[in-house]
C-alpha cells in the first residue's frame, strides 16, 4: 500500500492515458483499491502480475513491468510501463527481457502475448527488440481496436 502514490501518479501519466487508458485512480483511496483489486487480486488467482522497476540505488519504484492473464488470449500479456523520467534509457527493455526469462524460467510459460495500442510506436520497437512478431490489428471483447503481438514458440525472444 506504500506505493500508493506511485500509482496515482502512473496510472495518471499522459503516455500511460493515452497508451493503455484511465483506470480510475484519481484518488489515494482509488490508488489503493488498484492495488488490492488489481495487482494484488491477479496474483492471488494466476500466481504472477505485475512487477515494481526500480533502479539498483534505490527503493523508489520507477515504473511496473509484468504478466496479465486476459480471458481473451491463451498465453499471458507482457505489459510495461515507466514514469515518463526513465523513459528511453533502457530500463523497460531491462526489465521486460528479466520478465520474460522469469515467465520462461521459473512460471514455466513459453509463448507470451502483448497487445500495442495503435502509434505507441515506442512500445512496438522495444516488442521487435524482445522478439516479438506481430499478429494483426485486434479487436477485444471490449471492442477496443488494438495491435497484437506474440512470441511465435517457447522460448523464442529471449535471446
Known sequence: MS????????LNDPSWLENIGDRG???DADAESYIKNSIWA?????GYGMYAVQLNSTSLPIGICGLVKRDFLSAPDLG????PEYVGQGF?????????LHAQNELGIGRLYAIA????YRSVR???RLGFRYEGPYATPEGEQVEL???LSEGEGLT
Open 3 to 10: 506505493d500508493g502514490s506511485f500509482f496515482l501518479r502512473l
Open 25 to 27: 485512480v484519481h484518488s
Open 117 to 120: 495500442r495503435r502509434g505507441n
Open 92 to 100: 523497460a527493455s531491462e526489465a521486460a527481457r528479466g520478465l520474460m
Open 126 to 128: 522495444l516488442l521487435d
Open 42 to 46: 491477479h496474483y492471488h488467482i494466476y
Open 80 to 83: 510495461f510501463a515507466l514514469l
Open 149 to 151: 503481438y506474440a512470441t
